[in-house]
């Protein structure tokens, strides 16, 4: 087999991606502290041709050189806005008729692989802080939160990782329908 060059891949170029339509989803970030996980998740972003991430709290924001090393690039396609709180955002995101989704562990929590995003919805999915998480405030604000079912020792997954599942799962679920 011979890996495709990058003029056989077909990609956009970034006025092609400002110009499409794109994936009804918005990734916020919940006080991430990690730039090099704030980076990856523009990369998927980037990737699925997502609407938007909402950037919240302590959560870095670009042109940021840690951000970019990890992003290469895809913080110049993507929409980005920063909110001081996340709460903000997730207002923002209910009046423009988007369906709060956190990821996390949580008492009544939907399996990853039993969600199914209900049929031409906006979809917004918080993720929270390496330590500690959702905010619980931001968690009561959320319609339905989701969980990544993991059969390891480790309790969680980086929130790049846990991104790109999601989004990817997302994707898929959406793009039947």
């Not at 980076?39 to 951000?67: H, M, Q, W």
């Not at 846990?162 to 679920?173: M, N, P, R």
Request: charged share 25%.
């Amino acid at each position: 087999m011979r890996k495709l060059s990058s003029e056989e891949l077909g990609r956009l170029s970034t006025q092609q991606f400002h110009k499409s339509e794109k994936t009804p989803i918005v990734l916020v970030l919940d006080n991430v502290r990690s730039l090099n996980n704030i980076g990856s998740v523009f990369r998927t972003a980037d990737a699925f041709l997502l609407e938007g991430i909402y950037l919240c709290g302590i959560s870095g924001t670009p042109p940021n050189k840690e951000i970019h090393k990890t992003a290469l690039g895809a913080t110049e396609t993507v929409d980005w806005k920063y909110f001081n709180t996340t709460m903000e955002a997730v207002n923002e995101l209910k009046q423009n008729g988007f369906r709060i989704l956190a990821l996390e562990q949580a008492e009544k929590a939907c399996s990853l692989d039993k969600f199914l995003p209900p049929e031409n919805a906006k979809v917004a999915l918080i993720f929270g802080n390496e330590v500690k998480g959702v905010d619980q405030g931001v968690m009561d604000a959320c319609d339905d939160v989701i969980e990544i079912p993991q059969l390891g020792t480790k309790h969680s997954l980086n929130v790049s990782v846990s991104a790109g599942i999601v989004v990817w799962d997302l994707f898929t679920k959406m793009n039947k329908a």
